[in-house]
C-alpha cells in the first residue's frame, strides 16, 4: 500500500507525522531546497536516514517508522521551519504465497 502527503516543516526534533498506513519504507523531499530526497526502511539502523547519493548516512532526520506515522527530527532536508515536505510512504506486503507466477514482496532478507 501507498500513502502521500505533503507538511510544512516546523524545525522541531520528534515531529510526528500521521499516515493511513504503517510505513515500512519513506521518502521525503523538501520543495525548497536543493538537497536531494531522503529515505529510511524499517530495516535501517537506529534512526539513521539515507539519501539517494554517495553520501553518509545521517542521525535526527527520519527517526521512526511505526504504526499509521513516522517520526522526524530536525534536520533541515527533511522538516525545515516553513518549507513544504512531501512524502511517500510504503507499507509491506504479506509473505503469502500466490500461484498465478507473480509474488508479493516479504519484509526481510534476501540471499
Do not use: C
Amino acid at each position: 500500500m501507498i500513502d502521500v502527503g505533503v507538511f510544512t516543516g516546523n524545525g522541531q526534533d520528534n515531529t510526528t507525522i500521521t499516515t493511513d498506513i504503517s510505513p515500512h519504507m519513506l521518502f521525503i523531499k523538501n520543495a525548497q531546497t536543493a538537497i536531494g530526497s531522503m529515505f529510511s526502511t524499517i530495516t535501517s539502523n537506529g534512526d539513521f536516514s539515507h539519501f539517494w547519493r554517495a553520501t553518509a548516512s545521517i542521525t535526527n532526520a527520519i527517526q521512526s517508522l511505526g504504526t499509521n506515522m513516522f517520526q522526524l527530527g530536525s534536520y533541515s532536508a527533511v522538516n525545515a521551519s516553513g518549507n513544504t515536505m512531501y512524502w511517500a510512504a510504503f507499507e509491506g506486503t504479506s509473505s503469502t504465497k500466490k500461484t498465478t507466477g507473480s509474488f508479493l514482496l516479504a519484509n526481510g532478507s534476501y540471499i
